[in-house]
């Protein structure tokens, strides 16, 4: 059996996560395992995936804070690598500051290094994008290979150079597409058992409360749709550091009773097949899984224009400008409410044949794990090595 460590933030449920636990699931176990060294805000957080994790026989590590003292979290690495010789792949996903330290380590002893990039933008401020710019450039120097979830996730994340190398591969966000079957008996079901007090339109969006899922703009689309429809309700999915903030805009916009945030729930599909239209005026994206699985569920989905072409997989986006007013883009809420009402049925064989089949997806990154799964030559390795001391 060989074990991969995947490195990440947080086993909760976001989006990256909630990919890794799709392939995990997935995977042969009694030939892959994977364990997660995670960078957690606190260290005693039990975060939602991590008891699952160790059901499936993988183990989760917690680093301490690379921002709050970076020599301590230097020899944490140090000792963590020096005690677990068993990682020949490591898989990372934060490709933070942290990154430049672990990748490090990991290649000093001879690991095969992957860096996948799930994003096309930076949050934070100036200085902060400027940091993760540079941090980046750092780990292209310390990966042997790249993945990412869209081309231009992979040329903002390594650049024009490497996202067009033989070097550099496009991994589909996969999902189980036996969860989205839906026709229009079934939605009517979940709508009933999982919203009873919702009579009129449900709006859903699925996401972290943070600004690059722009839900403050969320609301202003929203508020425009009850101006219109005043039995419409919008549910959020998700949890995240801008929950209060949300709460008193809808307060302050007067439609806090048809607000539902439900916070991080273990069922989205049912939630998506009790919907009727999926908002995401997301700021910017590298390609939201949450927005495959609205499609997959034969929801109707109003995306942000710019979002990577591959994620339009479906007849059923909408793409709208974030230039377009609250107002525009709740007209075409409500004009794909009524296109597609009473007509519930699944695209479960076109987000297929667009590739995010996890099955295929999982088979196909196991078929490279597969093909650099053990210590790389000694003399790729000295090649590699050099300037890393």
């Given at each position: 059996?060989?074990?991969i460590?995947?490195?990440?933030?947080?086993?909760?449920?976001?989006?990256?996560e909630?990919?890794?636990?799709n392939?995990?699931?997935?995977?042969?176990?009694?030939?892959?395992?994977?364990d997660?060294?995670?960078?957690?805000h606190?260290?005693?957080?039990?975060?939602?995936?991590?008891?699952?994790?160790?059901?499936?026989?993988g183990k989760?590590?917690?680093?301490?804070?690379?921002?709050?003292?970076?020599?301590?979290?230097?020899?944490?690495?140090?000792?963590?690598?020096?005690?677990?010789?068993?990682?020949?792949?490591?898989?990372?996903?934060?490709?933070?500051?942290?990154?430049?330290?672990y990748?490090?380590?990991?290649?000093?002893?001879?690991?095969?290094?992957?860096?996948?990039?799930?994003?096309?933008?930076?949050?934070?401020?100036?200085i902060k994008?400027?940091?993760?710019?540079?941090?980046?450039?750092?780990?292209?120097?310390?990966?042997?290979?790249?993945?990412?979830c869209?081309?231009e996730?992979?040329?903002?994340?390594?650049?024009?150079?490497?996202?067009?190398?033989?070097?550099?591969?496009?991994?589909?966000?996969?999902?189980?597409?036996?969860?989205?079957?839906?026709?229009?008996?079934?939605?009517q079901?979940?709508?009933?058992k999982?919203?009873?007090?919702?009579?009129?339109?449900?709006?859903?969006?699925?996401?972290?409360?943070?600004?690059q899922?722009?839900?403050?703009?969320?609301?202003?689309?929203?508020?425009?749709?009850?101006?219109?429809?005043?039995?419409?309700?919008?549910?959020?999915?998700?949890?995240?550091?801008?929950?209060?903030?949300?709460?008193?805009?809808?307060?302050?916009?007067?439609?806090?009773?048809?607000?539902?945030?439900?916070?991080?729930?273990?069922?989205?599909?049912?939630?998506l097949k009790?919907s009727?239209?999926?908002?995401?005026?997301?700021l910017?994206?590298?390609?939201?899984?949450?927005?495959?699985e609205?499609?997959?569920?034969?929801?109707?989905?109003?995306?942000?224009?710019?979002?990577?072409?591959?994620?339009?997989?479906?007849?059923?986006v909408?793409?709208?400008?974030?230039?377009?007013?609250?107002?525009?883009?709740?007209?075409?809420a409500?004009?794909?409410?009524?296109?597609?009402?009473?007509?519930?049925?699944?695209?479960?064989?076109?987000?297929?044949?667009?590739?995010?089949?996890?099955?295929?997806?999982?088979?196909?990154?196991c078929?490279?794990?597969?093909?650099?799964?053990?210590?790389?030559?000694?003399?790729?390795?000295?090649?590699r090595?050099?300037?890393?001391?």
């Open positions: 059996m060989k074990r460590l995947q490195v990440t933030n947080y086993m909760d449920r976001g989006g990256v909630t990919l890794l636990m392939l995990y699931r997935t995977i042969d176990r009694t030939e892959f395992q994977f997660f060294l995670t960078h957690p606190t260290v005693d957080t039990v975060y939602s995936y991590e008891e699952e994790i160790k059901d499936l026989g989760v590590y917690k680093a301490p804070s690379f921002i709050k003292d970076p020599v301590a979290y230097k020899r944490f690495i140090v000792s963590f690598f020096d005690e677990h010789p068993e990682y020949h792949i490591v898989h990372a996903h934060n490709l933070d500051s942290a990154a430049m330290v990748l490090r380590e990991a290649k000093k002893r001879g690991c095969y290094t992957i860096a996948h990039s799930h994003n096309t933008k930076d949050h934070g401020n100036a994008r400027q940091l993760l710019r540079l941090a980046r450039k750092q780990t292209c120097r310390y990966a042997d290979y790249f993945y990412a869209s081309p996730a992979a040329e903002y994340a390594f650049g024009k150079k490497i996202a067009s190398s033989n070097s550099c591969r496009m991994l589909h966000n996969g999902i189980d597409l036996s969860k989205y079957q839906v026709n229009e008996e079934i939605h079901r979940n709508k009933k999982l919203l009873p007090q919702c009579s009129g339109p449900v709006f859903c969006n699925v996401g972290r409360l943070m600004l899922k722009n839900q403050t703009f969320l609301l202003d689309i929203f508020s425009q749709i009850v101006r219109r429809d005043d039995s419409a309700r919008l549910i959020v999915l998700g949890e995240g550091e801008l929950h209060d903030d949300l709460l008193r805009k809808a307060l302050n916009l007067n439609i806090a009773d048809k607000v539902l945030f439900l916070g991080s729930v273990p069922n989205v599909p049912d939630y009790a009727d239209v999926f908002l995401m005026p997301s910017y994206e590298g390609l939201p899984l949450a927005a495959v609205a499609q997959a569920c034969g929801l109707p989905s109003l995306l942000t224009a710019d979002m990577s072409p591959l994620t339009f997989c479906t007849d059923l909408c793409p709208i400008s974030l230039s377009d007013s609250p107002d525009a883009w709740a007209r075409a409500l004009e794909s409410y009524e296109a597609n009402r009473g007509r519930r049925a699944d695209r479960v064989e076109q987000v297929r044949q667009s590739g995010f089949d996890i099955k295929q997806v999982a088979m196909e990154l078929d490279f794990y597969s093909s650099h799964g053990s210590f790389p030559s000694q003399t790729a390795t000295d090649n090595m050099r300037g890393l001391a």
